[in-house]
């Protein structure tokens, strides 16, 4: 029973985009966007070695990056004008090990407040056919004026 | 009141550094390990403008790099002989800006159970002399037999 | 992208019906099993004014209640025979006031491993002909030998 | 390293012991306040077979009650004049079984912010002379206007 999520600025694509351009971050992981509608947001990287743990799959912290940038958007697309988001906190659990040759991180939005977001993250491994649910995230973000 | 914290490995130092020399993710980040005791972990990296995002301070997904391997390094020193530890879950909560020249994140142990550890990181952000505390982490690891 | 969740105990709903009656915290709470089938669980408590806080709805770990129970029967629906389930963790995020005549929590396995299972549990507020989402919890629990 | 904390309002020990009186909760679970001063709160409640789950100890909710207002109460006492708190979310790892004639939540505010606190809660089990650590939770609260 989801709530109606309908944007709040007409704007809302150029203010993505804009965010996620002037995120250095979002280069260095190679972070492609693959899908960006009202409170729903597909990020996907390609997985390299030089992010993994002792076990050669990707350190834990790796997915939270991408899933923390997938919420971070979703939640943006749905405030009014002139706001700008920061991560108050997320908590992550890991379900099957980040290792294929994609990462995916689909977030929704689960409930858009007038100051804070709850969003849900779903991290997802893909290796050729095979797509493993990597790791859940339910994260909380809080609206503030943009500069 | 927390629990008594012991080494149950007489070799805990060298599994730990064998376990950070085996991860690639520990390199690309620069970190280096700056304490290193039984259940008590420090580890810095640098700052760099590459991890940030559109504010200029790093993505709330970095210090959750650097957290996770604080804690998990942590736990792994009380751990018996023939083991290695997963990250099950953590919770990062934001305090401030992740910004300065290094980042310090502080590990100690919880509670060290048979299965499973319970973590808390502190995550510093160091700027000069101002060192500000950046984000908190409650973690869940589990131990696995080693290969 | 959820996983089959097929149960392992042919004798599952007799591991759960006799979970539920042993709690004294079920009576307790009023709670009523409205929906139980493998990995999938629905309970209601009705409100009562002696649980809530300074605003007059339910104090926020009053849900948490309701909801640790609901994930807990939903994962040990799908557990082995001789298995008992206790909570390692959970987080909630509270979106409304619980207020209303009916707290519902519906509970669905994320992960239903060897050893731990993730839950996602929604606590809803029925008032009248009014559902709202209070609450969304993410909740890790590990299975033990029943006695 | 923690900042320091130090109350805005002259009156916080009458806001904070007039929110505890009218939390009927307070009254149900028999809690009582133990210590209260700036950014630090204790709080005890006995132990009843009437909360307790299959195994004999409290369910998991029932420390999750006692932390979520001991967490409260402790930010609540930093917050300037005309200020009520709601928690947003919090997650609690269980550490120990919560078994013994007394369970007792000490918080203390790990950051008081402008709109957002975070807060760290221990839950103990008192046994005679007893005490385990049976819960950590970590907890983010807001402020809003008092009524």
């Known amino acids: 029973m989801p709530d109606a999520l309908s944007p709040r600025n007409p704007d809302w ?3 993505v985009q804009d965010s996620f351009a002037r995120q250095a971050v979002m280069a260095t992981f190679q972070v492609s966007m693959v899908l960006m509608e009202p409170g729903h947001c597909i990020l996907e990287m390609p997985f390299h070695a030089r992010w993994t743990q002792q076990g050669g799959s990707l350190q834990a912290g790796i997915p ?3 899933a923390d940038s997938a ?4 939640c943006l ?5 002139a706001s700008d988001v920061l ?7 890991f379900l ?6 994609v990462i995916r991180a689909e ?4 409930k858009s407040g007038r100051t804070l977001s709850i969003n849900q993250v779903d991290v997802y491994a893909i290796d050729g056919d095979t797509v493993r649910h990597a790791a859940r995230v339910q994260q909380t973000a809080i ?3 943009s500069r």
Chains 1, 2, 3, 4 share one sequence.
């Open 13 to 15: 694509q150029a203010v």
């Open 87 to 93: 991560a108050v906190e997320f908590k992550i659990n």
């Open 71 to 74: 919420g971070g958007f979703a």
């Open 64 to 66: 939270a990056v991408l």
């Open 77 to 81: 697309s749905l405030m009014p004008p």
């Open 107 to 110: 977030a929704v939005v689960v």
């Open 96 to 101: 099957a090990p980040a290792l294929g040759q």
């Open 143 to 145: 609206r503030v004026d």
